[in-house]
């Protein structure tokens, strides 16, 4: 049985008895084409078999078609929350004619010459990228070169261009009133860098809350590191356990700490819920919730395809400012919280 051939877009256009333009349109999800007709097409496309030509579209176009995701890492600390949004962004991309790369870098200064240099040589046309610092040259050497991006975290001014993030004001006022409610007075809290806008923004909640609620602030009782490593969780709660008049609670601010700071209490063979109430963000692979620990966590499989949505909207004309969100956290709810 010989291989059909391939049909082209006049010839769909004429089988259906639209115009090419309208059947670019439809497939391309341009919202000036009436759903009955974006449906008759994408009916019949499929019927067909038939496949937009992608390079000549590219050439066409003089754009690759393509979402980067440049990152630095530590090879010795796998981050599986990156993984997860990873996922999503492939997900996103599914069935798309649309390229996603992906390229792990072992500093921020590489990172930032591999924008230049996929820009130059016009390799990737939009970008998409994690743990924003509170003023990010990314952001500003993107809308200087008229790239669209994505960011998934904010800066400390983010009016004028598309980001996600997670309420982290909100998620520490959550955990902390948990605590409080549970009689803890005496609260840790074990944070990632302030350089990072996260960092600064859980800070801030952590020391509003206290304010609020007249709690004596104990400057011992806040650690944080540019390291997220699990063992950097284990050393920040070597810190915290060690103090004469320690903590009776921890907020761990990223999964690697919760997991060291767990460590390092079953070392000074400490009863969670009993000596001392951990909680924190993140889960991976049912680890905490297993253990009935509390703690919030992000969607990151659906923003992962938000952010591909998200850009598919900033090249048909959307206003960045019009494509950020705000994600409200998600409280998991363990039983070891209680003084």
Known sequence: MGINKK?????LANKIGVSTTAVSRALNGHKN??????EKIIKAAQKYSYFPDVSAKRLAS???DTIAFITSIDPYAQDYVLL???AGLTLGVKNKTTELMVKFLSNEKAELAYYKKLIEFNLADKFVFYRTKKNDPRIKFLQKNNINFVSWGRTSDYSSYAWMDLDNEKSIYILMKRLFDFGHRKIGFMNVHQSFNYGFQRKKAYEEFHNKFNIPLTSSYYQESLDYRTSIGMHLSKKL?????RPTAIICSLDKYFIGCLQECQNRRLKIGKDISIVGFNDHDNYLSNQNLTYISHPLKKMGKNAVKML???EKGESPE?????IDPVLHEGSLDKL
């Not at 049909?7 to 010839?11: A, F, L, M, P």
């Not at 019009?322 to 705000?326: A, C, E, G, R, Y």
């Open 7 to 11: 049909i082209n877009i006049k010839e």
């Open 33 to 38: 084409i009436s759903k009955k007709t974006t």
């Open 62 to 64: 003089k754009k690759p």
């Open 84 to 86: 997860e949004f990873l």
């Open 241 to 245: 356990l060690s103090l004469k008049n």
């Open 312 to 314: 598919e909207n900033l």
């Open 322 to 326: 019009n494509q950020s969100m705000l």
